[in-house]
């Protein structure tokens, strides 16, 4: 019987822990060979793009003694963060499954339960802040390009990972259909109050 593959299973709104190999060489608290993080990046990326909340989970070194810094997994995650252009939120627990790794999920999982509105507000906010911009990039524009209103952009924006703290603050990340010549809207903003910013980025 075949084996099943990360193309054979639906991750849409649902919370997806995976296993990684990050134990990294680290010389002085720095990463001196990435690849095992490099060849985890196909697995990750598709998993965010399918829409999955995704977990991560690894070792890093063997401590003899409870926690030691120098075999933290801090830089990994800056390391993986560069790499898919994101914040990826580093849970520092002592145990498995420790405080701060369940109010990361927590907060994606409140985030989830009222998708629609967090992502109308979330589009709204962006076309009010961003539209002025696009209008001024499209005049720069060496072909012509369809006017872009906020409402237009509101509806071509396209919501592709959203980034979760344990604090309840979040970045979420929309492709712009090139109305910012390719750059990415991010949006900022809190579970407790609201969406609270909007810049392009990339």
Known sequence: MAKKTIDDIQVAGKRVLVRCDFNVPMQDGKITSDKRIVAALPTIKKLIADGGKVILCSHLGKPKNGPEAKFSLAPVAERL????????????????????AKAAVAAMK???????????????????????????????????????????????????????????????????????F?????????????????????
């Open 81 to 100: 963060s560069d790499y898919l252009g994101k914040p990826v939120v580093f849970a520092d627990d002592d145990n498995v499954v420790g405080e701060h």
């Open 110 to 180: 409140q985030t989830m339960t009222d998708q629609d509105r967090w992502d109308r507000d979330m589009r709204a906010f962006a076309a009010r802040e961003l539209t002025e911009l696009a209008c001024d990039w499209r005049e720069s524009a060496d072909e012509e390009v369809p006017e872009i209103t906020e409402e237009s952009f509101a509806q071509r924006i396209e919501l592709t990972s959203i980034a979760m703290n344990p604090d309840g603050s979040f970045s979420a990340y929309f492709d712009d259909d090139d109305m910012l």
């Open 182 to 202: 390719g750059h990415c809207v991010v949006v900022y903003g809190t579970l407790a109050d609201g969406v609270s910013s909007a810049v392009m980025a990339g």
